[in-house]
């Protein structure tokens, strides 16, 4: 339930998400480059296609979100990189909301973001081929648990009666975590043998 759709959060939660994504969406704009931009177009169109393949788990369901992934190749452009395939899975196939588009975007971008600009240069600058592939996997898994939790505040920030469903839903992003750290992990692994440039930010893309 990464998509939260409209008609469920409060007003103010709106207004403070779409604030937030609006200031990363600005920044990734700045972040991209000739470089940077098909790189962004292929995460967003992975992100796009993952995340239209729902699992149900307990009350709710969850994806793939390639959060970890994006925030270690993208920077900042994860933002705009999201926000487009967010964009065209509400028109498309209504998926989220457009009200709740701010908000999504931030439960979904911030988490790999931070960690990738935390973990991120010490995973690049890792001389064993296995820290880095733990590295990866932790900013993978940790990504998604940002995720559960930022979802699980919206709701709760938005109305009491959502509390027990907010705190169960965490639990239900535990084994979608432990995938994404798999699947973050072997494509780093991967990049860093075959194109390890792709691992690298193009200028500004995290400052």
Known sequence: MAHIPDGILSAPVLIGGATVAIAGVAMGLRSLNDRAIPRAAILSAAFFTASLISVPVGPSSVHLLLSGLMGIMLGYAIFPAVAVALLLQALLFGFGGLTTLGVNLV???????LLALLIGPIMRTAQSA???TTLSALIGGLSVMGT?????????????EYTPVASILIATYLPLAIAEAFVTAAVVTFLSRVQPDALELSAGAAS
């Open 130 to 132: 296995a820290m880095r």
């Open 107 to 113: 439960n979904i971008a911030l988490p790999g973001f």
């Open 148 to 160: 559960g939790g930022l979802v699980a505040l919206s709701l709760a920030l938005s109305a009491p």
